[in-house]
């Protein structure tokens, strides 16, 4: 269940629900707050990852050539010669 602030605090000054009720909904808008902001480290991770593999790849001539060459071997000639 994904909350926004405003029903969150809405459901936190309902003075119907049980206590339990509330803290139980807090904890888990907490914890996909938390999981959200794991999520969101990962994928800046994985782009930094991304970036220095293209930076080593962009500077290194035999990098190049290998990889050239991995995609000659993978892909039919057809796909080579018009995308590449």
């Not at 003075?15 to 339990?20: G, I």
């Not at 904890?27 to 990852?49: G, I, Q």
């Amino acid at each position: 269940m994904n909350l926004t602030d405003n029903e969150l605090q809405w459901i936190l000054n309902n003075k119907k629900l049980p206590e339990d009720i509330k803290e139980k909904i807090l904890l888990e808008y907490e914890r996909n707050k938390v999981n959200e902001l794991l999520d969101n480290e990962k994928k800046a991770f994985n782009m930094c990852s991304i970036k220095e593999i293209l930076e080593i790849l962009i500077n290194n001539e035999t990098a190049i050539r290998d990889v050239s060459e991995y995609i000659y071997n993978k892909y039919p000639n057809d796909y080579n010669q018009d995308k590449l």
